[in-house]
């Protein structure tokens, strides 16, 4: 006899995911109701943690937000929305202040006259980037976890791994009949059954999409699971094409997605080669200080050029003091892998770091479907636009969490909630073959990174299309017939969101910012986003 699914839990508003942006929407509204937070792995596992360098923020008294917003504007090679990046950069100190409220424990100045200590990352034009050592990110995840758990309103729920939003298509009454969201169904992991997390207000705070690459200097759950998410109940997304590597990724054989921070580049480390010369000169004035796209491709070119297995980050000339008082978690982590940063210099290489798209978000972070929200790197806000100015991408999820927060809590009293569909599994089995997902995973990404990378051409693209074409096929007819795992969904997740990078990618005959193609190696006059709209696009 089957087993009756599990009640639907009811709330005022639910997040799914649990860093920064996630984490700030939450502590807001649950000022007006109850909110679950929903999180597919440990609490602290997304890539808030993983966050190194810092938050920019004007905090100086010799700098100003209109400099903040021309180096954003430049960084993003014109493409970003300059209504957003004004916003931001006006809100940046207050969402600062709000986390030392919380506790977290800032850098302090060096003199009397500077609050906290600010250090200065590749594309800005001034010291505004405040920081927690060179482990900012753990910092700020582990005061918002406190202050969430300390919250009655709030439920922290791990382990519970979104599959879908429910929309009006899972309502079973009649009265429902807009296209609106409803909340979303999410596997419990460890009991291994789908359960309806249902609210008028629910907010995705996902995260990107990074692991669709081979080597990335993000989390294993890096899946573009909101994307894909929002994406089949209907949401545009836009400038999936522009997938932000960092230049400096650690290459070792036992580590790969260690990264080292933009502030070791910010406070004087040198990129070299393996005889010792420095290369940056010949591809851009600012040397090392130069937007991440710049340092990326000059490092992927001296590489192809050279045949290199990766170039190196210098630091030596700093002195062994100023390393570890500034980088003491960089410093320890390299000398458990036998490097000492202090008297050598750091093997590097460029890796998938930040997705630049996602869903197409207002200034108040409302989606195309009502009900919905997002905040964050699953978003496509008009931030960033061709490419991420250095520590924007926290100080996003900050304002963005409060705007979201905001927006939902003055849209006025919740509709009655809807009886919704519980997750039918009567018609698939537990699968036989799961060594196919890991071969699918694997497949993807590789011809993710072969295809899709840092430079591009229309051949290029074209054999992406064609092979992401058939692990959709593959991965759908194993999706319909086989009863879900974590691993199922998040591959599902990043065929979708491969799909789209490709579609995106191709679509955009120009070179600029993230996007880099050998075929189209110009610049086109008028800056302009790439959308796709799943209600106008046929499946191919």
């Known amino acids: 006899m089957a087993k009756a699914p599990p009640e639907a839990r009811h709330f005022d508003a639910i997040v799914v995911g649990s860093g920064a942006a996630g984490l700030t929407a939450a502590l807001h509204l649950a000022e007006h109701g109850t909110v679950a937070v929903l999180a597919k792995g440990d609490l602290a596992d997304g890539s808030t943690a993983w966050a ?5 923020a004007v905090l100086d008294a010799g700098d100003t937000v209109a400099a903040h917003v021309e180096d954003t504007m430049v960084a993003g090679a014109g493409l970003n929305h300059r209504a957003t990046v004004e916003y931001v ?11 030392a409220e919380l506790g977290v424990p800032f850098n302090p100045g060096e003199t009397v006259s500077e609050r906290w200590h600010l250090t200065r990352e590749g594309g800005h034009s001034h010291r505004r980037i405040v920081h927690v050592d060179d482990a900012t990110g753990w910092a700020v995840s582990q005061a918002l976890i406190k202050a969430a758990q300390a919250h009655p309103n709030i439920t922290l729920v791990p382990h519970m791994a979104a599959v879908d939003l429910i929309t009006h298509r899972h309502v079973l009454h009649e009265r429902f009949p807009q296209r609106r969201c409803h909340g979303v169904y999410a596997l419990d992991v460890k009991k291994r059954h789908v359960v309806r997390f249902v609210a008028p207000a629910t907010v995705l705070a996902t995260g990107g999409a990074s ?7 993000n989390p294993d759950g890096a899946t573009g699971d909101g994307i894909a998410m929002a994406w089949r109940a209907g949401c545009r997304v836009s400038n999936m094409e522009f997938n932000q590597f960092h230049p400096t990724c650690l290459y070792h054989p036992k580590v790969r997605n260690f990264l080292i921070t933009e502030a070791a580049r910010g406070e004087g480390g040198q990129l070299k080669l393996p005889d010792g010369s420095r290369f940056m000169a010949r591809y851009d004035d600012r040397l090392e200080l130069a937007p991440r796209d710049v340092v990326a491709r000059a490092i992927d ?3 192809k050029r050279l045949g290199l297995e990766h170039v190196l980050l210098d630091l030596t000339h700093l002195g062994a003091d100023f390393i570890k008082a500034h980088f003491p978690t960089i410093h320890a982590r390299l000398l458990e892998l036998d490097i ?3 008297v050598q210099p750091i093997p590097v290489v460029p890796a998938a770091h930040y997705s630049c798209g996602g869903v197409m978000v207002t200034l108040d972070g409302r989606t195309d479907l009502a009900g919905l929200w997002a905040a964050g ?11 991420r100015l250095a520590s924007n991408s926290l100080l996003e999820c900050l304002v963005f969490g409060q705007a ?42 590789r011809s993710m990174w072969d295809y899709v990378g840092i430079v591009r051409t229309e051949k290029r693209l074209e054999r992406a299309a064609h092979r992401v074409k058939n692990l959709r096929k593959e991965v759908q007819d194993y999706y319909g017939n086989f009863r879900i795992t974590a691993d199922l969904i998040e591959l599902r997740n990043l065929v979708t969101v491969a799909d789209l990078i490709v579609r995106s990618a191709r679509r955009r005959r120009e070179s600029r910012g ?9 610049m086109a006059a008028e800056a302009v986003d790439t959308i796709l709209d799943p209600v106008m696009t046929r499946e191919a």
């Open 52 to 56: 190194q360098g810092g938050i920019a």
């Open 211 to 217: 692991r669709v690459y081979l080597y990335s200097t």
């Open 377 to 387: 790197e699953v978003t496509q806000s008009g931030l960033h636009g061709a490419n």
């Open 89 to 99: 950069a006006s809100n940046a100190s207050a969402a600062i202040d709000r986390l």
């Open 404 to 445: 979201v927060a905001d927006d939902i809590s003055s849209s006025g009293p919740p509709a009655a909630a809807p009886d919704v569909k519980p997750w039918d599994e009567s018609r698939v089995t537990d699968s036989d073959e799961e060594v196919v997902i890991a071969h699918n995973w694997d497949e993807l990404r």
């Open 301 to 303: 070119a001296e590489m």
């Open 340 to 342: 000492d940063c202090t």
């Open 514 to 522: 993230l996007h880099y193609s050998t075929d189209y190696p110009a």
